[in-house]
């Protein structure tokens, strides 16, 4: 290691212990690169001072794009001037998150020639994440990513970069092709992700199945999740295998459905598939026996957020059941319209769940041509205040008045 | 119907809003698609302003900044900036 190296005491404690550790990487990445080297003594100053020495830029970026980097200077520039600009930037991932390595090698090797050789692999919103470039070399990263496929992502009030589960590339609970679907409304909405428009970003997520292993429900304004609306399919001999392999169905299963629909009579298992929650839970008890239905399709809920402006929301559902189709037409349509309302009445700032919640869910749905349906109801004893004007007579109106 | 306005007009009224507004307060650019709407009525549309504002933006005429949200200003260097 070079003799300049800085010491830094208080951010060696973050390498102890049996896992990974971003200071060993760092340091392992100063080796060759001044960035990350002036990055150790920076976070050191900053965990002994505990200040921040960052500062949030807002105007940097590439060329035509009103997204994808996020500016950022330290204010300390004469001491660690490696690290003056330290700009991130935001690149799409593949769906699914598949990368040959070459893939992955050429991505290192252009942040390398550009940056600070630094990436976090990946951020929240599903993003390769390209960490500490100077200003001049925003362009000639993006060019030469560009030379090999890979474009930016969103960041600001735009359509942040879409994200899916790996679905039936490899997982035999899917109830689409959420691989495909992620790619299709990338592609349909590069306007969108480019070139910010709207109150504030907006996310989308496709699950394939309710167990969700993007966290759509909690982590997207919009989450697509796969579901079905036939019956569970059963494979009874492997139902009796598990049993008498000592598995307790009644406890493990019966007890914790949240439907309340599977009855066990120690020999054979039955559903009520009326009542069926779709949540999963005795499928993924019980992977050999029980499978979704057949008739799938996805479910589409709308509004979750983390807690910025109006505390944590998770999504509610929009539309309970819709097959799942390239191209997908009704739900592109059904989001242009969500969007041309948003940005006309939306405040800055506010997500579309925070929008929801001010306007009402009944004036929402009216606005944006959706029927209420009983599923819509996000929790017990919520009152959506939907008004069924077919069941208003002129009457109503006198006695009101009386 | 009325003659429709050509992008580059409404990118020309879209950067003198722009110039209009700074120092004062930051355009979004759905601001600036009401403000032609309201303006020009049926001379311009949502498309056609998102256009405008696209070569607006691809012309480095104006540039899009962040700063809590998106929004649209003359190019300018920014406060938080290092040499
Ligand atoms: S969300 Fe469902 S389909 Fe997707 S990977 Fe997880 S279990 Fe499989
Ligand atoms: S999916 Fe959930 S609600 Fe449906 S039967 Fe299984 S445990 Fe019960």
Redesign the interface.
């Given at each position: 290691m070079a003799d300049d190296f800085p010491k830094t005491p208080l951010i060696d404690e973050l390498e102890k212990g049996p896992w990974p550790s971003f200071v060993t990487e760092i340091k392992m990445a100063a080796k060759d690169n001044a960035a990350p080297k002036d990055l150790l003594g920076l976070l050191e100053q900053s965990y002994d001072e505990k200040i921040c020495h960052w500062?949030?830029?807002?105007?940097?970026?590439v060329?035509?794009?009103?997204?994808g980097v996020?500016?950022r200077?330290?204010d300390l520039?004469e001491k660690y001037p490696n690290i003056?600009?330290f700009h991130t930037m935001r690149i799409n991932q593949p769906s699914g998150w598949y990368y040959s390595t070459e893939a992955l090698r050429k991505v290192c090797n252009i942040w390398e020639k550009h940056g600070s050789g630094l990436t976090n692999m990946h951020g929240s919103t599903g993003d390769i994440i390209l960490l500490g470039c100077t200003?001049d070399e925003l362009e000639p990263t993006f060019q030469d990513l560009a030379k090999e496929g890979f474009d930016i992502g969103g960041?600001?009030?735009?359509v942040r970069t879409p994200s899916c589960c790996l679905g039936k590339s490899r997982c035999e609970w899917a109830c689409y092709d959420t691989m495909a679907a992620c790619y299709d409304f990338t592609q349909e909405f590069q306007?969108e992700i480019h070139?910010?428009?709207?109150?504030?970003k907006f996310k989308f997520k496709f699950s394939g199945c309710p167990n969700d292993c993007v966290a759509s429900i909690a982590r997207s304004d919009m989450s697509i999740i796969g579901t079905w609306r036939d019956d569970i399919r059963m494979d009874k001999d492997a139902i009796t295998d598990y049993a008498s392999n000592g598995m307790d169905i009644q406890k493990d299963v019966v007890d914790l459905c949240p439907g309340k629909c599977i009855d066990w009579d120690g020999k054979e298992l039955s559903i009520d598939n009326s009542s069926c929650l779709h949540c999963m839970h005795c499928i993924n008890a019980m992977p050999k026996a029980l499978r979704p239905g057949t008739d799938t399709g996805a479910c589409i809920l709308l509004g979750s957020k983390a807690p910025i402006i109006e505390g944590a929301f998770l999504s509610s559902v929009l539309i309970p059941f819709i097959k799942m189709e390239p191209p997908y037409q009704e739900i592109k349509d059904l989001v242009e319209e969500m969007w041309?309302l948003w940005?006309?009445e939306g405040k800055?700032?506010e997500r579309i769940g925070e929008f929801i919640q001010r306007m009402g869910m009944g004036n929402f749905l009216e606005e944006i041509g959706v029927e209420p349906v009983a599923e819509m109801v996000a929790h017990p004893r919520e009152n959506p205040y939907v008004f069924y004007e077919e069941y208003y007579e002129e009457d109503d109106e006198e006695e009101d008045g009386d | 119907m009325a003659d429709m306005l050509s992008i580059d007009e409404v990118a020309d009224i879209m950067y003198e809003m722009v110039k209009e507004a700074t120092g004062m307060r930051k355009l979004k650019p759905m601001d600036l698609t009401k403000n032609l709407i309201e303006g020009y009525g049926e001379k311009v549309d949502k498309k056609l302003c998102k256009n405008a504002i696209r070569k607006l933006i691809e012309s480095e005429r104006c540039v899009y900044t962040y700063f809590g949200g998106s929004y649209i200003e003359l190019p300018h260097r920014e406060g938080a900036a290092n040499d």
């Open positions: 500062k949030h830029g807002g105007i940097v970026g060329l035509g794009y009103g997204g996020i500016g200077y330290n520039p003056s600009h200003t960041s600001g009030s735009d306007d070139r910010p428009a709207f109150p504030y041309d940005c006309e800055n700032r | -």
